[in-house]
């Protein structure tokens, strides 16, 4: 897993409340259990007509959004089932972190275990950041995770709250197993001093 320190980026705006984690990634790709190619499939039914060509009306096929890293959506982002690959299609994307009011426990969890950073901002902050980033589509934000700062095109700062054990991985770039490896001689050593 890549470590997320500091992110500095354009912002795609997708502020749709809601957004479930079947629009992220549909569920007819849940079948692949490799996260190359995911990224193409993302928003795969709000992406691409019937035909299967890019509709040019929404936000992800736009140019000037292509390698962007952070998502601003709307309210309640990642609601629905449970499916580890929305974060794998978000992050397959280029994306690094999502900004919202809230998101969805699951896929907040599963986000971390990805390496994609779940941003949640106070209702005044999240307005604020929304009306600088369509005021100014080009202007960049920088997310601190040491800090736990969004710094706005403006200059303002506005915190968001992580676990300290997740902010840890994301630091370091390690899941939880990856995590508990790192005790494997302590944990050999107490076998061997306690029997098995």
């Known amino acids: 897993m890549a470590t997320f320190t500091t992110v500095k980026s354009k912002v795609i705006p997708l502020l749709v409340d809601n957004i479930d ?3 992220i990634i549909p569920a007819r790709f849940l079948k692949v259990t490799d996260k190359q190619g995911l990224g193409d499939k993302l928003f795969c039914d ?16 736009n140019p000037q959004y292509r390698s962007a890293q952070i998502l601003l959506a709307g309210d309640n982002f990642g609601c629905g089932s ?13 994306i690094r972190a999502v900004i919202s009011t809230t998101i969805a426990d699951i896929f907040r969890n599963n986000s971390i275990k990805n390496g994609l950073l779940p941003v949640v901002l ?19 934000v920088t997310i601190q995770l040491q800090e736990q700062e969004v710094l706005f095109p403006s200059g303002y ?15 370091n770039g390690v899941d939880e197993l990856e995590y508990l490896r790192r005790f494997e001689k302590e944990v050999i050593a107490y076998e061997q001093a306690h029997g098995k």
Do not use: M, V
């Open 157 to 171: 700062r506005a915190s968001f709250p992580i676990d300290s054990f997740s902010k840890f991985c994301l630091l």
């Open 82 to 94: 449970s499916r580890e690959h929305a974060p794998w299609a978000l992050t397959a994307f280029g």
């Open 21 to 23: 984690t079947d629009q």
């Open 122 to 140: 106070q209702q005044k902050d999240y307005n604020k950041l929304k009306e600088e980033i369509l005021e100014n589509p080009d202007a960049e």
């Open 46 to 61: 709000w992406r691409y007509s019937a035909d299967g060509s890019p509709r040019e009306d929404f936000i992800l096929n």
